[in-house]
């Protein structure tokens, strides 16, 4: 059954569904339909990242300028989470995600006949608002549909498939662009979507633990001691969802300020690089990875907290080591922030829904707006530092923040020690437990 026709849900009185279990069909088709949602979304977001500085010298603007076509990109994707949340709630995640893929594709494709900055910049936030569908989503989805055993398994697994569609987005727009100009690299990577974006609807299961929310309505206890509005704040707003939303907010802002702005970097000199090389430093993406999958199998034996603070330390030491104009210490610094940074995204967002006792879909918007607008705001002013004082502040600035957030984890989340196999549930080898 394709994703294209709305399974029923179960009613609230119904045997609660145990979700699919790791390995079967439906686990893995869910799983291949979010790693398409995924490089439908992310290859769109980020197509103009590898173009900033063909971007800039073709439409006469400086490099913050030619930045905002990431940035308003993001905001708009930051923006819509929420809404696409509530309405989720209603129609459901697979068809609600279906809508927004579909609609960001459309608008990727007529981005690129932008005659100016101020149009295309138009367009690429409608694109990013259409593209907050998935991550809104997707880890509310998952954490239905998917056993409890394997949330955190599974969450790794959809942010490593970010991290491809990432990746295609800026080696299908690069090297596009080398050979017939920008315009043609963000085209090229739209048809991507539209491809991937089929590829989710077609692969993606029927919901079986969604229940819309009037049914949720109607099967509230009247006599409940706090008014489900309430209860539903006490979830979203307690110390610990704060501090993921506060990492979320402050990696992804540096993070996305490091990649926007090293390809300017690495094009002056001493390094004057050409631009086909430097969007090649994205295959640093892998990483990434490989990181966001491998953490969540650490968190197993150590715990979420320790994994995730370990990771946050390993982004920081990465940013430092981008500090000297020497080439070799760049890509290695790069490598350890990117698979640093996704390490502690992919259990950040999948420790969401596992903290959300109530309002899922609401918590995992909230991280993913606090994720879009430390890429939006913080990836904006990064390019204000880069040029004013340069490449050195701006690295030494994004290490500090990443500092500050490892402390803010240390402090919020308890420490409750390594997992104990025991303790967990029997699941498939691989299944996650509690940080």
């Not at 849900?9 to 979010?34: D, E, F, I, M, N």
């Not at 398994?153 to 990746?167: N, P, R, S």
Request: hydrophobic fraction near 55%.
């Amino acid at each position: 059954m394709t994703a294209s026709r709305e399974a029923p849900t179960a009613p609230p009185s119904a045997q609660p569904w145990a979700g699919h279990a790791k390995g079967s069909r439906g686990y893995r088709r869910l799983l291949a339909a979010l790693a398409c949602a995924g490089v439908a979304t992310f290859a769109q977001l980020y197509s103009t990242q590898a173009l900033l500085p063909r971007l800039s010298g073709d439409l006469g603007v400086d490099a913050a300028q030619a930045a905002l076509t990431v940035s308003v990109a993001t905001l708009g994707l930051a923006v819509s989470v929420l809404p696409w949340s509530f309405a989720a709630d209603r129609v459901g995640r697979v068809p609600a995600m279906a809508a927004g893929v579909a609609t960001a594709t459309l608008l990727g494709l007529v981005a690129p006949f932008s005659p100016g900055i101020g149009l295309l910049v138009v367009l690429r936030c409608l694109e990013g608002v259409a593209l907050g569908a998935v991550p809104a989503l997707a880890v509310a989805y998952l954490t239905e549909e998917i056993s409890k055993a394997n949330t955190a398994v599974a969450a790794g697994t959809y942010v490593a498939g970010t991290t491809i569609g990432g990746l295609l987005g800026r080696l299908v727009a690069g090297p596009v662009a080398d050979v017939w100009g920008w315009r043609a690299g963000i085209f090229a990577v739209s048809v991507l979507g539209a491809v991937a974006a089929g590829g989710f609807i077609t692969l993606a299961p029927s919901q079986r633990g969604f229940v819309p929310a009037n049914r949720r309505a109607r099967a509230a206890q009247p006599a409940a001691a706090q008014p489900a509005a309430a209860r539903r704040a006490s979830s979203l707003l307690n110390r610990r969802l704060g501090a993921l939303y506060l990492q979320a907010f402050a990696l992804m802002g540096g993070f996305v300020a490091i990649y926007n702005f090293l390809g300017f970097r690495l094009e002056l000199p001493p390094f004057a690089l050409p631009a086909a090389f430097t969007s090649l430093l994205f295959l640093a993406y892998l990483s990434g990875t490989f990181s966001s999958g491998y953490a969540a199998r650490l968190s197993e034996r150590f715990g979420r907290r320790a994994v995730i603070i370990a990771s946050i330390g390993l982004m920081a030491a990465g940013v430092l080591l981008t500090i000297p104009d020497w080439l070799p210490s760049i890509l290695l610094g790069l490598i350890a922030l990117t698979a640093g940074f996704f390490g502690a995204h992919g259990l950040g967002s999948g420790w969401i829904g596992a903290l959300a006792t109530t309002g899922r879909a609401q918590a995992a918007a909230l991280y993913n707006l606090a994720y879009y607008a430390g890429s939006s705001l913080v990836g904006w002013l990064g390019g204000l530092v880069f040029q004013s004082y340069g490449w050195s502040w701006l690295a030494a600035g994004t290490g500090a923040v990443a500092l500050g957030t490892a402390a803010a984890a240390a402090v919020a989340h308890p420490a409750t020690g390594a997992v104990r196999r025991s303790a967990l549930p029997r699941a498939p080898r691989g299944a996650a437990g509690d940080g």
